[in-house]
C-alpha cells in the first residue's frame, strides 16, 4: 500500500465506500465487496464492478488476477486518505489550524472515555517531544460507529 500523493484524485463519495470496504476486507473480489456494501444499501454488481474499473485507471486501487476473478485491494491507506481530507478541510475552513478543527469536532461530538484517552496520550505525545514533534495516531483511534448511527 502506497502514501497518497497529490497526482491520485480525490475519490467521490461512492468510491470512499469502496475504499471502506477494502480497508477492512482486502484483498477482495468484487462480489466479495458488492456482498458487502449491500448490506448498508442495494449496490449492483456491474455497478461496484464499473466503480473499481475506474478507481484502478485513477489509481485508487490494485487489482490483480487469481483465477477467473479479480483481486482488489485499495492503493492507499486510510491514514494517508484520512489525512489529505483533513489537511484540506483544515486549510479550506480553519485557516490551516489543525488545533481549531480539532477543538471544533471535539465540541461538536462528545468522545467516548476511550477516546479521550487516547487524546490525552497523543497530547502528553506531542507536548513532551523537544520539538513538539509530529505523532503518529494509533490505530484504535476510530470513531465510534455508535456515532454515525444516531441521527
Same mark, same amino acid.
Given at each position: 500500500?502506497?502514501?497518497?500523493?497529490?497526482?491520485?484524485?480525490?475519490?467521490?463519495?461512492?468510491?470512499?465506500?469502496?475504499?471502506?470496504?477494502?480497508?477492512?476486507?482486502?484483498?477482495?473480489?468484487?462480489?466479495?465487496?458488492?456482498?458487502?456494501?449491500?448490506?448498508?444499501?442495494?449496490?449492483?454488481?456491474?455497478?461496484?464492478?464499473?466503480?473499481?474499473?475506474?478507481?484502478?485507471?485513477?489509481?485508487?486501487?490494485?487489482?490483480?488476477?487469481?483465477?477467473?476473478?479479480?483481486?482488489?485491494?485499495?492503493?492507499?491507506?486510510?491514514?494517508?486518505?484520512?489525512? !489529505?481530507? @483533513?489537511?484540506?478541510?483544515?486549510?479550506?475552513?480553519? +485557516? &490551516?489550524?489543525? /488545533?481549531? *478543527?480539532?477543538?471544533?469536532?471535539?465540541?461538536?461530538?462528545?468522545?467516548?472515555?476511550?477516546?479521550?484517552?487516547?487524546? !490525552?496520550? @497523543?497530547?502528553?505525545?506531542?507536548?513532551?517531544?523537544? +520539538? &513538539?514533534?509530529? /505523532?503518529? *495516531?494509533?490505530?484504535?483511534?476510530?470513531?465510534?460507529?455508535?456515532?454515525?448511527?444516531?441521527?
Amino acid at each position: 500500500m502506497t502514501t497518497l500523493s497529490s497526482s491520485i484524485p480525490r475519490p467521490t463519495e461512492a468510491e470512499l465506500e469502496l475504499l471502506r470496504v477494502l480497508w477492512e476486507k482486502e484483498p477482495a473480489t468484487v462480489r466479495e465487496i458488492c456482498d458487502e456494501l449491500n448490506r448498508e444499501r442495494a449496490f449492483g454488481y456491474t455497478t461496484v464492478l464499473k466503480l473499481l474499473q475506474i478507481m484502478h485507471t485513477k489509481g485508487l486501487v490494485l487489482r490483480e488476477e487469481s483465477g477467473r476473478a479479480h483481486l482488489y485491494r485499495s492503493a492507499i491507506s486510510q491514514d494517508a486518505m484520512q489525512s !489529505r481530507f @483533513l489537511r484540506d478541510l483544515s486549510v479550506r475552513l480553519f +485557516s &490551516g489550524s489543525a /488545533a481549531q *478543527l480539532a477543538i471544533h469536532a471535539l465540541a461538536m461530538e462528545p468522545a467516548s472515555p476511550a477516546e479521550l484517552d487516547e487524546i !490525552r496520550a @497523543l497530547l502528553e505525545k506531542r507536548s513532551s517531544s523537544p +520539538s &513538539g514533534g509530529e /505523532a503518529s *495516531l494509533t490505530p484504535s483511534i476510530r470513531p465510534s460507529r455508535n456515532r454515525e448511527e444516531q441521527p
